[in-house]
């Protein structure tokens, strides 16, 4: 989460209309979550029940509900 708010905030000045800051938001937060998963796959994989693997899931599953409430 601190990863998307970091990029969010060095490319604000890319956000061409206020009205989807929102969505511009979450596509960050959906866009890093998805390259910290790709990038720590194996060592995911190899933890079924990790403490970071429980934490992702849940993190996903908020940015879904969230995106799909938008």
């Given at each position: 989460m601190q990863d998307a708010i970091v990029k969010a905030l060095n490319s604000i000045d890319r956000l061409d209309d206020i009205?989807?800051?929102?969505?511009?938001?979450?596509?960050i937060v959906i866009?890093?979550?998805?390259?910290?998963?790709?990038?720590?796959?194996?060592?995911i994989e190899k933890?079924?029940?990790?403490?970071?693997?429980?934490?992702?899931?849940?993190l996903l599953s908020y940015v879904r509900r969230r995106v799909n409430s938008v």
């Open positions: 009205n989807y800051l929102k969505t511009w938001f979450y596509r866009n890093t979550s998805i390259d910290f998963i790709q990038k720590n796959k194996r060592s933890k079924p029940n990790s403490p970071l693997r429980i934490r992702l899931f849940f």
